[in-house]
C-alpha cells in the first residue's frame, strides 16, 4: 500500500441507502466528520449519528427544489484543492474553504425513472441529477487527495481498509474508485442522452413512452455502456479472451441467474440466447434443442415434456451435449426425462423444487432460470465499424398468408407451416425446415445453396418426411430447391416468395400437386 491519506471529513449525499448507517458508522470510528444533504442526512441522524448539514457548510441554504445545494465553491473548493499546492491551501484557507477528504455520491435512478410506466417527460428531466455528477468528476479527477466512493458494493472494503490504516486509504484504492467513478459518470450520460434523443418534443405533461418507441431515425451517435457483468474463461475457442457485459435489466441471457452447474462459456451463452428467442416465439409449451446456434430438434406439446420429447424424436444424435429453451418452468417429471441426455444447459423462466432436485446429480449441468427481455436493436460488429438493425420480431398469422397455387393447404398444413415459419426464423440461412404437427422432422441450416440446404434438411431426417410442410426463410430462386421439398415428402410449403422466378416456381408447385402460400416476409439470419 502506498501514498496512505487520511480520511478526516467526508460528504454523503446518495439516492441508493443501502448500508449507508454501516459504512458511516464506519467512518465515525476514525473520528471522520459527516457532511450530508437532505435525505441522506435525515437517515444517518435518524440511526444516532452527528451529522452536519451541507448548509452549515457553504453558509448558504439548499434552494429551488434542491436543484442547488452542493453546486458550490466551498464544497468544490474542499474537493478539488491539491493539498500539496502551497498556493491551493493559501486559496483555501483564505476563503474559508474546509477540506473535503471522500465523497460518497450515488446519483438519481435516471434509468429506473425512465422504465417506468406513464412516466412524464417534466418528471423525467427532473432526475437528472446534476450536483451528484459535478461532485464526483471533482472528487474523481482529485483522487491522489479525495477518495470517491460510487457503489454501496465498495462500503465493505473500504471500511475493512480504513480499519488496517487507522482511517486512511491508498493510492491504489484512490486511483480504482476513480476510475470507476468516471465510468459511472460516463454511463449516466449514456443512459441521459440515449433516452432523450427518443423524445420527439419537450412537453412536461407529454409520456415518455409510447406504444411505438422505436426513435424515427437511428441516433447520430451510438453511444454502448454496458458494465461488466462476468469475464468469461474464454471465447469461442481457448486462445481467445472473453467476457460477458449486461445493460442492468436482470432480463434475458445477460441477466439471467444461474442456479447450478459450471461456469458458463461464451459458447453457451450465445447457444443460450438462441434456444431462449426461439422459445420465446410460442405461446403454447415449447422445447427448443440448440447446437451450434441451430435447432437440431424444436416442438410444442401439451407440456413441456410432451414438447421435449418430440424436439429430441427430431435428431437425437446432434442433441448430445446441446442447450435446451423453454418457455414453461420445468417440472420434475420433465427434468427426470431431460436428465437421461447429457445436456450442457437449460434456460427457462424457473424450475420447480422437484426438478431442482434431479438436476442437482448432474452438476456439472447449467441451469439458467431467465427473465424475458424486451426486443431491442441488434449490434454487430464489423472491421472498421459496427452494424445495428431492430430485431427481427416479424409475425405471421394464417390471415396473413396468400396462397398461390390451385390446390389449397388443408388446415393440419397450414397449422403446421405457421410452426415451421417460427422455427426457420431462427436457423441461419440458408435454411431448410421439415415439420409436421409441432414437431421439427428435419433442419438444413447455414448452406451456401438452398437447394443444399432443402437435401441436408431431409438427409438429417430420422421421422418419416412424408406428408411433411417445409418451410424456407427465403425465396426459391429457381424450382429446382422446391423439387427437392417435395420429392423429400412435403405436401405444402411456406416462403416469403418475391423472386422474378415466381412464376416459374408456382408452376412447379402446381404440376407436382402441393400446396403453397407465401408470406411476403424474410427471415434471413447471418
Not at 441507502?17 to 441522524?45: C, D, I, M, N, P
Not at 502551497?86 to 473535503?100: D, L, N, S
Not at 462476468?230 to 475457442?237: A, Q, T, V
Request: hydrophobic share 45%.
Amino acid at each position: 500500500m502506498t501514498g496512505l491519506k487520511k480520511v478526516q471529513r467526508a460528504l454523503l449525499s446518495v439516492t441508493d441507502k443501502t448500508g449507508l448507517v454501516e459504512f458511516a458508522q464506519a467512518l465515525t470510528t476514525y473520528g471522520v466528520e459527516l457532511v450530508s444533504t437532505g435525505g441522506t442526512a435525515r437517515t444517518l441522524r435518524e440511526a444516532g449519528l452527528a451529522v452536519r448539514d451541507i448548509s452549515e457548510l457553504t453558509g448558504f441554504p439548499e434552494m429551488l427544489d434542491g436543484r442547488v445545494k452542493t453546486l458550490h465553491p466551498k464544497v468544490h473548493g474542499g474537493i478539488l484543492h491539491i493539498r500539496g499546492n502551497a498556493e491551493h491551501r493559501a486559496a483555501v484557507e483564505a476563503h474559508g474553504i474546509e477540506p473535503i477528504d471522500m465523497v460518497v455520491v450515488n446519483l438519481y435512478a435516471f434509468e429506473a425513472t425512465a422504465a417506468k410506466p406513464g412516466v412524464t417527460v417534466g418528471h423525467l428531466i427532473e432526475n437528472i441529477d446534476i450536483g451528484g455528477p459535478s461532485m464526483v468528476r471533482s472528487a474523481a479527477k482529485n483522487f491522489e487527495d479525495v477518495a470517491i466512493v460510487t457503489s454501496a458494493g465498495d462500503y465493505a472494503a473500504l471500511a475493512e481498509e480504513l480499519k488496517a490504516h487507522q482511517g486512511a486509504l491508498s493510492l491504489e484504492t484512490r486511483w480504482r474508485l476513480a476510475k470507476q467513478a468516471f465510468a459511472t459518470t460516463a454511463a449516466y450520460d449514456t443512459a441521459i442522452a440515449n433516452t432523450l434523443e427518443k423524445i420527439a418534443a419537450p412537453e412536461a405533461e407529454a409520456p415518455v413512452h409510447t406504444k411505438d418507441d422505436k426513435p424515427a431515425e437511428f441516433p447520430a451517435a451510438l453511444r454502448i455502456a454496458y458494465p461488466l457483468a462476468m469475464p468469461l474463461r474464454y471465447g469461442e475457442n481457448p486462445h481467445q479472451r472473453a467476457a460477458l457485459y449486461a445493460d442492468g435489466s436482470g432480463t434475458g441471457i445477460a441477466g439471467a441467474t444461474q442456479l447450478q452447474g459450471k461456469e458458463l462459456s461464451y459458447n453457451n451463452l450465445v447457444d443460450l440466447d438462441a434456444c431462449w428467442e426461439l422459445a420465446q416465439e410460442f405461446d403454447e409449451p415449447m422445447v427448443a434443442i440448440i447446437k451450434h446456434t441451430n435447432p437440431c430438434g424444436a416442438a410444442t406439446g401439451a407440456s413441456v415434456v410432451e414438447a421435449y420429447r418430440k424436439a429430441l424424436a427430431t435428431d437425437p444424435v446432434s442433441a448430445f451435449g446441446s442447450v435446451i429453451g423453454i418457455n414453461r418452468v420445468v417440472d420434475g417429471e420433465a427434468a427426470e426425462e431431460i436428465a437421461k441426455l447429457f445436456v450442457e444447459a437449460i434456460a427457462a423462466p424457473g424450475f420447480t423444487d422437484e426438478a431442482k432436485e434431479r438436476f442437482a446429480a448432474k452438476k456439472n449441468l447449467r441451469l439458467i432460470e431467465v427473465k424475458s427481455a424486451q426486443p431491442g436493436q441488434v449490434i454487430k460488429q464489423v472491421s472498421g465499424g459496427l452494424l445495428l438493425q431492430d430485431a427481427d420480431t416479424g409475425r405471421i398469422t394464417a390471415s396473413e398468408l396468400r396462397v398461390v397455387t390451385q390446390r389449397q393447404p388443408t388446415d393440419a398444413e397450414l397449422t403446421s407451416m405457421l410452426f415451421a415459419w417460427k422455427i426457420c426464423k431462427h436457423v441461419k440461412s440458408n435454411a431448410i425446415v421439415y415439420a409436421r404437427d409441432g414437431q421439427t422432422i428435419g433442419v438444413g441450416a447455414g448452406q451456401m445453396s438452398r437447394v443444399d440446404a432443402a437435401k441436408i434438411g431431409a438427409m438429417k431426417a430420422v421421422l418419416p418426411l412424408q406428408g411433411c410442410v417445409a418451410a424456407s426463410d427465403a425465396f426459391f430462386p429457381f424450382p429446382d430447391g422446391l423439387e427437392v421439398v417435395v420429392s423429400s415428402g412435403a405436401t405444402a410449403v411456406i416462403q416469403p416468395g418475391g423472386s422474378v422466378r415466381d412464376e416459374d416456381v408456382i408452376a412447379a408447385a402446381d404440376r407436382l400437386g402441393i400446396a403453397m402460400v407465401v408470406t411476403g416476409m424474410r427471415h434471413f439470419r447471418h
